[in-house]
């Protein structure tokens, strides 16, 4: 065995070690640059105002591009009453406070529970009509395809928000996301109680939690 | 979509149908034929390894030494990858061939020592290496069958804490315990010998992640502001004190460094990872810096290890009985191989003290160079950053911790060994995950191998929806 083979070996071990290394990097550059985010169609319109709930009101038009789409989400919730700051906050992935916010829909609809809630419906957006079922586990929502409920769409962050279940109600909790989540056109801040047949919204996407 | 109207009239419907647009997206062995592709690539890569070190150390190539180094290993994974395809199909398809190939490099790199010290059969360490290898993988398949939903250790928290303390302790006893390198960290049974505070890591982790969910509140909600930090009221210091205490009985006791700062350090991160409050990591680090200090003042062994730290290129020191003299001899071995390495079996790892345990890294680091080490630390990184990433991207706050703990231990021992052979920190005797000669450790991260597996496995596998 020549000294000049065995180099030449050796080059060849280091170069597949760092093949294999390249292939793994490849294979999860979608941890490295995130999610493709899926450019809405200019044929199909994103919302309908149909949607039920209030605060709904981002009807765009064909063919308008996103940020005039944006534009108009805004005014929606500036409209329904949110004290939705425009200017997006940070993406910070800071670990979320734990504070539970005062009942505000103490008069409504009962609070969603493991017990009486069995769906979650998506009532507005491309997908409207379409339901997943609760269990028991939290669920998480975002444009990652980690999420349970995977909205790929300009207004969704990564990880946007989540589902959790305190003692057996449903909560829902905002992960810091950029364009915000609105319950009852509020805009989510802390950790929510979520009442039954109640508008969630996330950018162009409304959903509900039925019996 | 068929059109606009349809969806208007569903959304206004009392009851759609149920199920109706779930689209399943997913495609249930895409994961696992990923996970494969790569298994074969690292098989070569072992194989491979084996047959340069035959070539460079001993000229020709053995049939039967490739066999059973190489093939033993790539078996055995390949098990492990079948019963993922059955218990956990959507596993991440990256964990199971990295922790494959460090182990296989490893078995390389002793067997290419051993040639070195002439053992053959079963005095040999790589023989034994790849028998708790072996052990190891199958004890992590057992793992990912028994346990089907991660949730379940939560139920065993405190159980959790007492077998970690028994663990610890163990060595202590005067029958069983056994004191090598002054260290006493081992249990000697029969022919076999046990480091059991490799495992009591995992028991540890299970523990601080069930106990913090439930006490995290109190941890972070409270205390007062001190220089724009939020610090903890006193009577909330209690845990942070008793892990402290532990960790000082740890290096007074065991006159175990690296496995007190491996505990302490795992409390802090996972303190620090449940609360979002930086105070308990100036508390944690401020805490560990003190009490090392003291004991570096008090404890010989400790001083030992300061002076061969910041003094080691001191003729007096490392020619001292106990002195730098291994330490040196590491960084001459990193030295001598430059940047491609001086080739498997052909440099001379095997004049360094412990070089297929303790300084292992280093004897990779002379036969492969800087680009061989700087491939076994981006393999390091690519682990640890998908464990980060499974707990991330977890949905329970249980999954979420253990996660954290389980791959942030592998970051702290990597950094805890490859920074006190390379004399970035004093050297401390910890094992270089799964390459290291050693089965204790090689049990313990497969054991983290499975855990991760499973809880990745849990991240994928809950309705989906995408819009």
């Given amino acids: ?211 | 979509m068929s059109g606009n109207a349809a969806a208007i009239a569903e959304a206004g419907a009392p009851a759609p149908t149920p199920g109706r647009g779930i689209r399943r997206i997913r495609v249930p062995q895409k994961l696992r034929n990923l996970e494969l592709f790569l298994l074969v690539i690292v098989c070569a890569v072992n194989a491979f390894a084996v047959v340069l070190v035959q070539f460079g150390a001993l000229g020709a190539a053995d049939i039967g030494t490739i066999i059973t180094l190489g093939a033993g290993l790539s078996v055995l994974v390949i098990g492990m990858h079948i019963a993922l395809r059955f218990v956990a199909t959507n596993a991440d398809p990256f964990i199971l061939p990295i922790a494959a190939l460090l182990n296989g490099i490893g078995i390389a790199m002793i067997y290419r020592i051993d040639i070195a010290e002439n053992l053959t059969g079963w005095e040999s360490t790589a023989v034994r290496q790849v028998v708790w290898t072996g052990l190891a993988v199958a004890i992590a398949i057992i793992v990912i069958l028994v346990i089907r939903n991660h949730r379940v250790l939560q139920r065993y928290t405190y159980v959790a804490m007492l077998v970690a303390a028994i663990l610890l302790l163990l060595p202590m006893l005067p029958g069983i315990g056994q004191e090598i390198y002054g260290a006493r960290v081992w249990i000697h049974i029969g022919a076999f010998s046990f480091q059991p505070g490799e495992v009591a890591k995992i028991a540890l982790a299970v523990f601080f992640a069930g106990y913090l969910v439930s006490r995290r509140d109190s941890l972070s909600m409270v205390g007062r502001t001190v220089l724009g930090m939020r610090f903890p009221r006193a009577r909330d210091l209690g845990p942070i004190l008793v892990l402290w205490a532990l960790s000082m009985s740890i290096i007074i006791f065991q006159r175990d460094l690296g496995t007190a700062l491996l505990y302490f350090g795992l409390f802090v991160v996972m303190i620090y990872v449940a609360t979002g409050r930086a105070s308990w990591v100036v508390l944690g680090v401020g805490l560990f810096l003190a009490g090392a200090v003291i004991a570096g003042q008090v404890l010989v062994y400790v001083n030992d290890r300061f002076t061969n730290w910041l003094d080691a290129f001191n003729p007096d020191i490392y020619n001292a009985d106990g002195g730098s003299y291994q330490l040196v001899q590491g960084l001459f071995g990193l030295a001598n191989g430059g940047l491609i390495g001086t080739g498997l079996g052909q440099g001379r790892p095997d004049i360094t003290p412990l070089a297929q345990s303790d300084y292992i890294i280093a004897s990779i680091g002379e036969e492969l160079g800087l680009a061989g080490m700087f491939a076994i630390l981006a393999l390091y990184l690519l682990f640890i950053a998908r464990g980060f990433r499974i707990s991330f991207a977890g949905q329970d706050d249980f999954g979420r911790l253990l996660g954290v703990g389980l791959s942030f231990t592998v970051a702290l021992q990597c950094f805890i060994v490859i920074g006190g052979v390379t004399r970035v920190i004093p050297l401390t005797g910890l094992t270089t995950p799964f390459l290291a000669a050693g089965g204790s450790s090689l049990v313990a991260n497969w054991i983290i191998v499975a855990l991760l597996l499973r809880l990745s496995d849990t991240v994928r596998n809950q309705p989906r929806l995408v819009i």
């Fill in chain 1, 1 to 211: 065995m020549s000294e000049l083979t065995l180099l030449i070996l050796q080059l060849a071990f280091l170069a597949l070690l760092w093949v294999f290394i390249f292939i793994v990097v490849y294979a999860m550059r979608s941890d490295l640059f995130g999610q493709r985010v899926r450019k809405l169609k200019d044929g199909a319109p994103a919302t309908a105002g149909a949607g039920a709930g209030a605060g709904a009101g981002a009807a765009a038009s064909p063919g308008a591009n996103p940020a005039a789409m944006a534009a108009a989400a805004a005014a929606g919730t500036a409209a329904a009453g949110g004290a939705a700051p425009a200017a997006p906050p940070p993406p910070a992935p800071k670990v979320p406070t734990f504070v539970p916010a005062p009942g505000t829909e103490l008069s409504g609809p009962p609070r969603a529970t493991t017990a009486n809630a069995s769906r979650l419906v998506i009532t507005s957006g491309t997908k409207s009509g379409s339901e997943i079922p609760l269990g028991t586990e939290p669920l998480t929502i975002g444009r990652s395809s980690d999420s349970s409920v995977v909205i790929r769409d300009d207004y969704t962050s990564t990880h946007h928000a989540r589902l959790m279940i305190w003692g057996d109600e449903w909560v829902i909790q905002d992960l810091d996301s950029t364009n915000g989540t609105f319950l009852d056109g509020n805009r989510v801040t802390a950790p929510v109680h979520i009442p039954l047949n109640t508008t969630i919204r996330i950018g162009a996407t409304s959903f509900e939690l039925r019996r």
